[in-house]
């Protein structure tokens, strides 16, 4: 089942009015794994990132361009996304859908 952070944080919410050691220890989990998801990377409109998943880029001389991540590296502890022919971006300069970089008026973290 799919949740939120949200959802996460009302569940947690419920669990901890409660003294039985069951519930207190998933809402612990439950907060340990939030902490785990929000390292994952993201676009700049906070969509976790996967390898393959499409991305809208801005590419210096097409404009907004859609993109498969192909892969992912570190360089000097800075994450990048591969692209292909060359390609490379930070999570930060791209997002989910042309409609998210235009909501947001192109304007990135990076």
């Given at each position: 089942m799919?949740?939120?952070?949200?959802?996460?944080?009302?569940?947690?919410?419920?669990?901890?009015?409660?003294?039985?050691?069951p519930c207190l220890y998933a809402a612990l989990r439950i907060e340990e794994l939030e902490a785990i998801?929000?390292?994952l990377p993201k676009t700049a409109d906070g969509v976790w990132i996967v390898l393959g998943m499409d991305?809208?880029?801005?590419?210096m001389t097409d404009?907004?361009?859609?993109?498969r991540i192909l892969g992912m590296f570190l360089r000097e502890?800075?994450?990048?996304?591969?692209?292909?022919r060359?390609?490379?971006?930070?999570p930060c300069n791209c997002f989910s859908t042309r409609e998210a970089a235009e909501a947001a008026g192109g304007k990135t973290d990076g």
């Open positions: 799919h949740t939120t952070p949200e959802m996460n944080a009302d569940i947690v919410a419920i669990l901890r009015t409660s003294d039985s050691q998801v929000d390292k991305v809208v880029t801005h590419m404009g907004w361009q859609p993109n502890g800075v994450l990048w996304l591969d692209m292909g060359g390609a490379k971006v930070r």
